[in-house]
């Protein structure tokens, strides 16, 4: 049996990213970009208007006030999405909206809540659609504004040339959404794993089915997958494996010519069925170890076959969560060239008194109360391996030492906390 920092060190030492493919923008959501991002474009790409208004020349209107408004004269009118044909000569204005081009001659829009029409009507004069008379109608200026006041200047978010995202940086909405804009419908990250899931055993059976005698449901087929697709990669099942050699060969085949990740359950301890270890070194796995003196999860085993990565995880459904939680996971974000790979470690104060037995870390599942600075921490309940509701009351995983018997209430322990993203 090895150590859990072996382990964890044996696992990453074989890892790297998996190559980086261009991949559809609307899937690269949490994914890790392989190159940095060059814009081709300017973004705004022309100057535009910031407000519905009129562009004008500030320095026309550089006298207006409420009672003494600047009357310049409307020789056109500019929508988003059109083009801005018309120049602003001195004295004159072109009636703009949000999104459209500044016309040639104007440097600045006064907002249309700072103009009156010439016939007196209300400020709002664009709540109205407006008619085809009064389109052009001249416009009273109520106040000043600077040169530059509500235009957008071309460039002023995105010079082209620029490195707008790095490779590295994983990508979130907003960086979705710049590269959208910048006409990326590709992007080069590093691509999500395929991760095939094999259970076994003859006692399985679909969910689906009714309950029989001395059978139960196939449910870390379910958990497993799950896990898989929250560490953002996609889980690929192969279906149940019955308890023999040749079963466990065929699907373990099939599985590793098509995935990059095989995770197995079950079949991996010291039973008689447990054939799991056989087959792999049958078809040529290498076996880094086997093993871990961890509580659950010590038949932990870990393969290595052409580029594959290869988990024998536990059969007992706490054990292949904890597992996949505390070596899998990591392992996977590494293949997606994440760099923060484990999630946040603090040191936590139990809530009550821990017994066991000497000689294995212990990974007890725990709820974490967070009290100003420190961390209170107390077991979720029963802590069986196939108790899978110590799981799913926890928030935590405190790690009680190898050589520890009893830590009361008060000690300091390890937790990982695993409901808050990675960052280490
Ligand atoms: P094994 O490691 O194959 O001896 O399995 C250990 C325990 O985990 C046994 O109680 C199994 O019934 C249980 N188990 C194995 N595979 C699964 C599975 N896919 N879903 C739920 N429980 C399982
Ligand atoms: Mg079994």
Redesign the pocket.
């Known amino acids: 049996m090895i150590s859990i920092e072996e382990a964890h060190n044996l696992i990453m030492a074989s890892t790297e990213a998996l190559p980086a493919c261009e991949t559809a923008l609307d899937d690269a959501l949490g994914l890790v970009l392989a190159a940095d991002i060059v814009s081709r474009d300017a973004i705004p790409s022309f100057n535009n208007s910031a407000m519905d208004g009129y562009a004008v020349r500030a320095a026309d209107i550089a006298d207006a006030t409420p009672e003494s408004p600047v009357n310049l004269s409307v020789v056109a009118d500019v929508k988003a999405g059109d083009v801005a044909n018309v120049p602003v000569k001195t004295g004159q204005a072109v009636r703009i909206m949000t999104g459209a081009p500044v016309p040639a001659g104007a440097d600045a829009v006064i907002r249309v809540e700072d103009t009156m029409t010439e016939a007196g009507r209300e400020r709002a004069a664009f709540e109205r659609a407006p008619a085809a008379s009064d389109k052009l109608s001249p416009v009273l200026v109520l106040r000043s504004i600077p040169a530059g006041r509500n235009v957008r200047l071309a460039g002023e978010d995105v010079k082209p040339g620029e490195i707008v995202l790095a490779a590295g940086q994983t990508l979130g909405p907003a960086d979705i959404g710049l590269l959208a804009s910048l006409g990326f419908p590709k992007v080069p990250v590093y691509h999500r794993p395929r991760v095939a899931v094999i259970?076994?055993?003859d006692?399985?059976l679909e969910i689906d089915q009714p309950l029989e005698p001395g059978k139960?449901?196939?449910?870390?087929?379910y958990s497993l997958a799950a896990q898989i697709k929250q560490a953002g990669a996609i889980p690929v099942r192969y279906g149940?494996a019955a308890d023999t050699p040749a079963a466990a060969r065929e699907l373990f085949q099939k599985a590793l010519a098509e995935c990059d990740v095989l995770l197995t359950?079950?079949?991996?301890?010291v039973?008689e069925y447990?054939y799991v270890k056989d087959v792999l070194a049958d078809i040529g796995a290498a076996k880094v170890f086997w093993g871990v003196a961890q509580k659950p999860g010590k038949?932990l085993g870990y393969w290595n076959f052409k580029n594959r990565h290869i988990f024998g995880l536990?059969?007992?459904?706490v054990a292949?969560m904890v597992s996949f939680e505390e070596y899998v996971r990591p392992m996977l974000r590494r293949l997606m060239g994440q760099r923060l790979l484990f999630r946040p470690a603090v040191t936590g104060t139990l809530v009550s008194s821990v017994r066991k037995r000497p000689g294995r870390v212990h990974i007890i599942r725990v709820h974490v109360d967070k009290k100003g600075a420190e961390y209170l921490v107390d077991s979720t309940g029963p802590q069986g391996s196939?108790i899978l509701r110590s799981m799913v009351l926890a928030d935590g995983l405190a790690f009680i030492p190898a050589d520890a018997e009893s830590m009361p209430a008060g000690s300091s322990v390890t937790v990982h906390l695993i409901t808050l993203p990675e960052d280490h």
Do not use: C, F, K
């Open positions: 259970t076994t055993g006692e399985l139960i449901r196939n449910s870390n087929a149940i359950t079950g079949g991996v301890s039973g447990d038949p536990p059969g007992n459904p292949a196939g």
